[in-house]
């Protein structure tokens, strides 16, 4: 049996976490428990906790979902437990920021990475900063059902942008306004599609800002909606940005690139490790509107290049599909007979 504990808050709105998915795809080949949805945070670690605990006479393996901010502290009592209880775990690196973890808590940083079974980060970025501190990493990448995405070429491109992330200041949201808004002095007929729940209160500071810039009629915000429905949306628009202050690998670029996005993003973290600039997407410094906007009218301004953009994009997404990707997880999960 496999325990796997991580964010499945989708139910409360929130994005659908790697977990969600990536347990239902173990679960083809091995018996998987994975939690937790409950909203409460003190409450969600107790059910991580208490889920390890329940199954340590059956439990194999535990794959925890890691991340570098105060979500560390979770990976960080989840491995406790199971060295405690002599369960092999495995954390799988997601957060953009445990470069600056790694640096300011190194004794519990080392508690938790040294003593995994195996540490597994999706992105090159973090596989490269972990083991310049000295740690074992085996990368196997983000991957996503590339049949559930139609290719559609872009080329002749109308300025109608897609954004795509939950509402949460490390991601920038407000850049995003403020390059419509630059946008629009050239392209008055500009707009902008923002899709995700809102985490920190930063959705209200955006709509703000976009009524301050007279822009309340070319900004749609969706809120958090499924999956199914922003890749139906996304036929309407041509051009997406992310606009994030730090990242690791992230699977909302992956999407972008299957759906035939030209990409425009800024370049944080492991945002250069997933994609070729100027190649498969177009990077500018992290809160650079102006750098944007100008890659923007590159783009409307030239379509060999937007055709090349959009090409380039579906073909590194292919090189995610999840039939790729599932032969490197089965042979760590099978190695010893952990997901047994």
């Known amino acids: 049996m496999i325990v796997y504990i991580g964010n499945m808050m ?11 998915t990536l347990s239902q795809r173990f679960a083809a080949r091995h018996t998987v428990v994975a939690v937790s949805d409950k909203k409460s945070q003190a409450i969600r670690l107790l059910h991580m906790l208490y889920t390890i605990f329940k199954h340590r006479k059956v439990c194999k393996v535990v794959l925890i979902d890691s991340y570098s901010t105060m979500a560390f502290w979770y990976t960080y009592l989840a491995a406790w437990l199971c060295r405690r209880l002599t369960i ?51 990368f196997i990448s983000n991957s996503i059902d590339l049949e559930a995405y139609s290719f559609i070429e872009r080329s002749h491109l109308k300025p109608t942008l897609l954004w795509v992330r939950s509402f949460h200041e490390i991601y920038n949201p407000q850049m995003a306004v403020e390059v419509l808004n630059l946008a629009c002095k050239k392209y008055p007929e500009a707009t902008l599609c923002m899709v995700g729940g809102d985490k920190d209160g930063s959705m209200g500071k955006v709509q703000q800002l976009a ?40 699977v909302s670029l992956i999407e ?26 177009l990077l500018v410094d992290v809160d650079d509107a102006i750098g944007m906007s100008e890659a923007i009218f590159s783009l409307l301004e030239n379509e060999g290049k937007a055709k090349s953009l959009s090409q380039h994009s579906r073909e590194k997404a292919e090189t995610f599909a999840w039939n790729h990707v599932q032969h490197s997880w089965w042979k760590l999960l099978e190695m010893d007979g952990l997901g047994e």
């Not at 973090?126 to 501190?133: G, N, P, Q, T």
């Not at 009629?217 to 202050?245: C, H, M, P, R």
């Not at 972008?256 to 996005?261: E, I, K, T, V």
Request: aromatic share 10%; charged share 20%; no cysteine.
């Open 10 to 20: 989708s139910k409360h709105g929130g994005s659908v976490g790697v977990i969600e």
């Open 256 to 281: 972008a690139m299957a759906l035939g996005f030209p990409i425009i993003s800024t370049n944080p973290g492991g945002v250069p490790f997933l994609v070729n600039e100027g190649k498969d997407a």
């Open 88 to 138: 092999p775990y495995i954390p799988i690196l997601h957060g953009g920021m445990f470069p600056s973890r790694l640096q300011q808590s190194p004794r519990s940083t080392r508690k938790v990475f040294s003593n995994a079974y195996a540490n597994v980060s999706p992105s090159r970025y973090l596989k490269e900063a972990f083991e310049k501190e000295g740690y074992q990493v085996q």
């Open 211 to 250: 009524k301050e810039h007279d822009l309340e009629k070319q900004v749609k915000f969706t809120g958090f909606i499924s999956k199914k429905e922003w890749i139906a949306l996304s036929k309407d628009y041509d051009i997406f940005i992310n606009t994030t202050n730090a990242d690791n690998q992230p």
